[in-house]
């Protein structure tokens, strides 16, 4: 695709429910990483692939939250038992494995709200 | 740890106005520095990108400068327009990591320009 797609961009749960937020990278990206932005901060790095495998998990909070890679295109980030603490944007970013570093394309976020 | 920190929060001026936004670190090892534009729900817009070697970047009416020794960055945007209305993000790659996407962000700075 033309860019990064999230899917859904709103999501409202209750306390307690599991949710799953998908990312579609742009074609061709070998790495892909999700972030966290609650309201009024700036983005918190979550998790980073590289192909289908998570070089870098140290930003999951705990382990309510997982994320899957599973043929290095398409990434599902999930969340169980989720809180009202979880409530943010979630975005997520792709890069060509071989690129400056930084040189990410965000995509739109998926909104979750925990009531 | 890294911390980034942006000033002002937020900025409101006339159309026209030239503006400086600040973003300070904490740890003056990074690899680059980056300036985002983020619209209200939207993801984010990559700006300028700022190697550690490099002292500014520009592009138009934007102009990064970067002094790394004391940690310091500031985005200068000429001529202001109320189009350049706008949450503005700072972030930075840490040097000696291996995952180049692990971007650590500012809060960010709500600019508005009124006509």
Known sequence: ?115 | KQEVTQIPAALSVPEGENLVLNCSFTDSAIYNLQWFRQDPGKGLTSLLLIQSSQREQTSGRLNASLDKSSGRSTLYIAASQPGDSATYLCAVINAGGTSYGKLTFGQGTILTVHP
């Open chain 1, 1 to 115: 695709g033309a860019g990064v797609s999230q899917t859904p961009s709103n999501k409202v749960t209750e306390k307690g429910k599991y949710v799953e937020l998908r990312c579609d990278p742009i074609s061709g990206h070998t790495a892909l990483y999700w972030y966290r932005q609650s309201l009024g901060q700036g983005p918190e790095f979550l998790i980073y692939f590289q192909g289908t495998g998570a070089a870098d998990d140290s930003g999951l909070p705990n382990d309510r939250f997982f994320a899957v890679r599973p043929e290095g295109s398409v990434s599902t980030l999930k969340i169980q038992r989720t809180e009202r603490g979880d409530s943010a944007v979630y975005l997520c970013a792709s890069s060509l494995g071989n690129s400056l570093p930084g040189e990410l394309f965000f995509g739109e976020g998926s909104r979750l709200t925990v009531l």
